[in-house]
């Protein structure tokens, strides 16, 4: 018999293949059941338009059969089945895909779509197999034909005996290597496996003879080997069913059969887009945090299938970073299956459908925030940390999305707040948005640089995580309001006693730049307080950078070694501020010592390490003396 030769492409595709350029070798069964579905989906359509043709549901199915002794695993199927003049066109040319042309052809009336655009599925028999045999009848035929292939040399095309209308796939396992096991392939409960993997969703069953042990009729304690064929796919996905059959514990059920995660889902949202691009989705929002979820070793994605058969266990390009909590899967019909992952990247599609994805997601959080309060502070305690990364990342591209779904405590109730929340009830002469941070609520509430603040009765956010001030900066103003740190230099508050304060200012201005000088390299300048009421104290910040973003940034392991430029303020009105004016007059030894003494003092509470503690407390220890 005469071996025909593979077209060119076909051949370097096929050395691919025989080399493995899938990683996963198992993805062959998929590939090939895919064939089997789109064989007995053509027949469907045929019979959508063709009255000779009835399509009786039951009569339709794909049979694995795995025999160890021969070490053949055979795919049959009850589909349109090939002619000779298919078998040469479609299996001996690769780039002619015939789901495409089948496709062009016949334009999908009723969306049963077609898997598979891109022809090498086929072929990745020849991964796991030393010879492959085709034999197939085609709907309408009289005759069967038997295509062969061992690989790169060619094939051979025979006519061949065949009862029913189909396609039988037999594969040659190959055998073990020192590092390849093939047995695998023939193993029961490993093609189990793989079947629900991928191929759960394919909408024929898939049959397998599974083998059992059971007593023997009439014995006590005899037993017997009997085979019992088996249905190994579900079918129908819990997406594309109905929302409204279905109950939040199917959603629950769905998300732990998935191994989302062990917590229960918070949220639940389930797509259904039949616009611009169509898919389907499930999307999940959980409760609580993964262990792993603020390291490196987190991945994010979610499942992507075409058409339901998965392609992809985690396509990470469906979501951006800020949303990486969402579980869940996509599917669509508009995406062929043998895409590869560098392809995927650029396919429009894909973009499409990462696009209106974020836009669901963010909705849903929003209309938890509005209606779901406590639920959505649980969310926020697991997942609001994420949303500032997101909205520091890429220089606040992302800041327009996420800003309105973030919340932090405040000084008003010790409760969580939205920005729009704290803009409502802000005073008609509150100019800023007033942030403190610090380590704690309770280390900010203490900070004197609070005092003026909520003397005037102004609200304070509570910035602990260290993300918050860089996130802010970012945003930098809010519904026309600015940010403002209550350590920044102009607060923006009228101080009380301005005139005073002002004259006080010119009169001591030779003190002040005494100090300066002698604290010189530590802070750029020492003035009087507008802030401070009962406190003698404290260090404020003049430009962008503040004290806490100088700690973080220094704490990191690149440390920067960055600085905020620091002022120091002295409360006028404090007693202590008297006996510095002394002490300028009388005696400048004692002003030094004051003076470095106040510095410290400001720096502890700030939570600043001290640049000498022992001369601060020789420094203590002389005024006792
Ligand atoms: N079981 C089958 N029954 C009928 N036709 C088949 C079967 N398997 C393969 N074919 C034909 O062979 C063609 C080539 O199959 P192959 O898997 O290489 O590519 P494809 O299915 O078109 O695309 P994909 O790479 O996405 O699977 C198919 O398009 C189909 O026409």
């Known amino acids: 018999m005469e071996k025909k030769q593979f077209q060119a492409e076909s051949k370097r595709l096929l050395e691919m293949m025989i080399n493995s350029i899938y990683t996963q070798r198992e993805i062959f069964l998929r590939e090939l059941i895919s064939n089997s579905s789109d064989a007995i989906d053509k027949i469907y359509y045929k019979a959508l338009t063709d009255?000779?043709?009835?399509?009786?549901?039951?009569?339709?199915?794909?049979?694995?059969?795995?025999?160890?002794?021969?070490?053949?695993?055979t795919i049959r199927d009850t589909g349109i089945g090939m002619t000779k003049e298919d078998l040469e066109n479609n299996l001996g040319i690769i780039a002619k895909s015939g789901s495409l042309a089948f496709k062009k052809d016949n334009e999908a009336k009723d969306g049963h779509n077609i898997i598979g655009q891109f022809g090498v599925g086929f072929y990745s028999a020849f991964m796991v197999a030393d010879v492959v045999t085709v034999t197939s009848k085609a709907l309408g035929s009289d005759t069967a034909y038997k295509w062969e292939s061992t690989g790169t040399d060619g094939y051979t095309i025979e006519a061949a005996e065949k009862d029913s209308v189909g396609t039988e796939i037999v594969l040659q396992i190959k055998a073990n290597t020192e590092d390849d096991n093939y047995d695998e392939f023939l193993d029961e409960y490993r093609l189990k496996a793989i079947i629900k993997k991928y191929s759960d969703f394919i909408r024929y069953p898939i049959k397998m003879d599974v083998a059992g042990k059971r007593l023997k009729e009439g014995t006590e304690d005899e037993f017997e080997d009997y085979q019992d064929e088996q249905q190994l796919n579900s079918m129908v996905p819990i997406w594309r069913k109905n929302k409204s059959e279905l109950t939040p514990e199917d959603y629950e059920k769905f998300y732990h059969e998935k191994h989302y995660g062990f917590d229960k889902p918070l949220k639940h949202i389930h797509v259904s887009a039949d616009g611009a691009v169509v898919y389907q989705a499930i999307l999940f929002v959980p409760e609580s945090m993964p262990?792993?979820?603020?390291?490196?070793?987190?991945?994010?994605?979610?499942?992507?299938?075409?058409?339901?058969?998965?392609?992809?266990?985690?396509?990470?390009?469906?979501l951006p970073d800020y949303?990486?909590?969402?579980?869940?899967?996509?599917?669509?019909?508009?995406l062929s299956l043998n895409i590869s992952r560098e392809m995927l990247q650029h396919d429009r599609q894909l973009k499409l459908i990462a696009k209106n994805i974020q836009s669901k997601i963010k909705s849903q959080l929003q209309s938890m925030l509005k209606d779901e309060r406590e639920k959505y502070e649980t969310f926020y305690k697991s997942f609001g940390r994420q949303l500032k990364f997101g909205v520091y990342s890429d220089y606040g591209t992302h800041k327009d999305v996420l800003q309105d779904l973030l919340m932090f405590h405040s000084s008003n109730e010790k409760k969580l707040v939205t920005l729009d929340?704290?803009?409502?009830?802000?005073?008609?002469?509150?100019?800023?948005?007033?942030?403190?941070?610090?380590?704690?609520?309770?280390?900010?509430?203490?900070?004197?640089q609070t005092e003026i603040v909520t003397d005037k009765g102004y609200e304070i956010l509570y910035f602990t995580d260290d993300i918050d001030e860089f996130a802010i900066k970012m945003i930098m103003t809010y519904k026309e309001k600015e940010?403002?740190?209550?350590?920044?230099?102009?607060?923006?508050?009228?101080?009380?006693?301005?005139?005073?304060?002002?004259?006080?200012?010119?009169?001591?201005?030779?003190?002040?730049?005494?100090?300066?000088?002698?604290?010189?390299?530590?802070?750029?300048?020492?003035?009087?307080?507008?802030?401070?009421?009962?406190?003698?104290?404290?260090?404020?910040?003049?430009?962008?950078?503040?004290?806490?973003?100088?700690?973080?940034?220094?704490?990191?392991p690149n440390n920067p070694n960055v600085k905020a430029e620091k002022v120091l303020e002295i409360n006028m009105n404090h007693e202590v501020f008297g006996s510095l004016k002394d002490a300028f007059e009388k005696d400048k030894e004692k002003l030094n010592l004051y003076t470095a003494l106040l510095y410290n003092q400001a720096l502890l509470i700030e939570g600043l390490p001290l640049q000498d503690p022992v001369e601060f407390t020789n420094d203590i220890c002389k005024i006792m003396v």
């Open 51 to 73: 009255d000779s043709l009835v399509f009786d549901k039951d009569s339709y199915f794909i049979k694995v059969i795995a025999d160890k002794t021969n070490r053949t695993l």
């Open 291 to 318: 262990f792993d979820y603020y390291s490196k070793e987190y991945e994010k994605g979610l499942e992507l299938y075409a058409n339901g058969v998965l392609i992809m266990n985690k396509c990470a390009d469906l």
């Open 323 to 334: 949303f990486s909590f969402v579980k869940g899967m996509v599917d669509s019909e508009s």
């Open 421 to 448: 929340e704290y803009i409502a009830r802000m005073p008609e002469d509150q100019k800023y948005i007033y942030y403190a941070s610090g380590e704690s609520m309770e280390r900010i509430d203490k900070l004197p």
């Open 483 to 556: 940010f403002k740190s209550v350590s920044s230099g102009d607060l923006g508050i009228e101080a009380d006693d301005k005139s005073e304060t002002e004259a006080d200012k010119s009169e001591n201005k030779e003190l002040f730049d005494y100090m300066t000088s002698l604290l010189s390299g530590k802070v750029s300048n020492v003035k009087a307080s507008k802030r401070l009421k009962k406190h003698p104290v404290c260090l404020s910040t003049d430009g962008d950078m503040t004290i806490e973003m100088e700690k973080i940034l220094n704490a990191m």
